[in-house]
């Protein structure tokens, strides 16, 4: 890391400040929840992912766009300070000519537990990444799979 994130004077990591004026460490927000920006703030990532996005669908290859052979993992900011990987939302895109299935919702509450490093498995088997177990995965995540 080059530098920390919780630093208030980062000028990597701080672009809250420069986005909304945030006058507080980027990280902050996260943790401290401050209503004048914690909802602009999530609200401008989820504009830059969607524009990540869309520049790669934009670029032709071969048999397609540059999406369909890229896996984008990309996690909205914790709904909660911990830290926790429960009940944490976050949208996997790209893929398609890797056997990347999209289009659906899926929740893995109660009985259906299953380890968020099983779709870290199966995104890095996507690219092949021949992996059987990574973390505490208990092996792939066949949901995300088509």
Request: proline share 4%; no cysteine; hydrophobic share 40%.
């Amino acid at each position: 890391m080059l530098e920390s994130e919780n630093s208030s004077n980062s000028e990597l990591w701080n672009y809250a400040n420069y986005v909304l004026g945030y006058k507080g460490a980027t990280h902050d927000i996260a943790h401290k929840r401050p209503a004048d920006f914690s909802g602009q703030w999530d609200r401008w990532r989820a504009e830059q992912h969607a524009y990540f996005l869309q520049r790669l669908k934009a670029t032709p290859e071969a048999d397609g766009n540059m999406l369909d052979r890229t896996v984008v993992l990309w996690g909205s900011a914790h709904p909660h300070a911990s830290h926790s990987t429960k009940n944490y939302p976050i949208h996997l895109a790209g893929g398609n000519k890797l056997g990347l299935k999209h289009g659906h919702l899926h929740s893995f509450e109660g009985t259906k537990k299953v380890p968020l490093a099983n779709l870290f498995v199966s995104m890095l088997n996507a690219v092949d990444v021949p992996v059987e177990a990574f973390a505490d995965s208990t092996g792939i995540m066949s949901e995300a799979l088509a």
